[in-house]
């Protein structure tokens, strides 16, 4: 079992910035990606970010390329997402999600999730 620890959103104008942070413990050994997701009301889920555990890739949706860039520091099994030039359209309950299987690290089939953190920006 891994647990997952999301924390970091809050309120914050257009324009402004924020940086989410994801904590996992439990069995992390065997973690393949770890990613970050968002729901918005009334919408489904939506893959924003991911990364594998080893290696250096990064996947982005098309909707935060150039704005969001996500990192991990191994030794503090930890991920981050810092999210620039944020939008209002960025609102939404962001999750961080973890998985040990391998495949298509943009798809939503992760096996854990945290809790979710709230992320509204005003116009």
């Known amino acids: 079992q891994v647990q997952l620890v999301d924390s970091g959103g809050g309120l914050v104008q257009a324009g402004g910035s924020l940086r989410l942070s994801c904590a996992a413990s439990?069995?992390?050994?065997?973690?393949?990606?770890m990613g970050w997701f968002r729901q918005a009301p009334g919408k489904e889920r939506e893959f924003v970010a991911a990364i594998r555990w080893s290696g250096s890739y990064i996947a982005y949706a098309d909707s935060v390329k150039g704005r969001f860039t996500m990192s991990r520091d191994n030794a503090k099994n930890t991920v981050y997402l810092q999210m620039n030039s944020l939008k209002p359209e960025d609102t939404a309950v962001y999750y961080c999600?973890?998985?040990?299987?391998?495949?298509?690290?943009?798809?939503?089939?992760?096996?854990?999730w945290g809790q979710g953190t709230q992320v509204t920006v005003s116009s």
């Open positions: 999600a973890a998985r040990d299987s391998i495949g298509v690290i943009t798809t939503r089939n992760y096996k854990y």
């Open positions: 439990g069995r992390t050994a065997t973690m393949y990606a």
